[in-house]
């Protein structure tokens, strides 16, 4: 079995900054790319920033110059710094792989989710 396991999100103020983490785990080969997306109430789910195995990034505009993704060296934890929040940001924030599993083949997984929640 593989899966993901989210940790960092919290209450923050305005300006303040939060960093999320994402772990894979389980009988893993290999990760292709890795994301985050966010989902706030009565919207719909929006990627956030993603990674390449390679370490190429995209990022959603409305997050550009305050949010940074990046990878660890194995390649199985993916982060996300975010800076200068704004209530705007306020979701729960979902992590996203792309896994080539050891034995059964290719799969998507998301994580758990973790609420991100800016206000004074």
């Known amino acids: 079995q593989v899966q993901l396991v989210e940790s960092g999100g919290g209450l923050v103020q305005p300006g303040g900054s939060l960093r999320l983490s994402c772990a894979a785990s389980?009988?893993?080969?290999?990760?292709?790319?890795m994301g985050w997306y966010r989902q706030a109430p009565g919207k719909e789910r929006e990627l956030v920033a993603a990674i390449t195995s390679d370490g190429g990034t995209n990022y959603a505009d409305s997050v550009k110059g305050r949010f940074t993704i990046s990878r660890d060296n194995g390649g199985n934890t993916v982060y996300l710094q975010m800076n200068s929040l704004e209530p705007e940001d306020t979701a729960v924030y979902y992590c996203?792989?792309?896994?080539?599993?050891?034995?059964?083949?290719?799969?998507?997984?998301w994580g758990q989710g973790t609420q991100v929640t800016v206000s004074s």
């Open positions: 996203n792989a792309d896994v080539m599993r050891r034995w059964y083949g290719r799969t998507e997984l």
């Open positions: 389980g009988s893993i080969r290999s990760i292709n790319n």
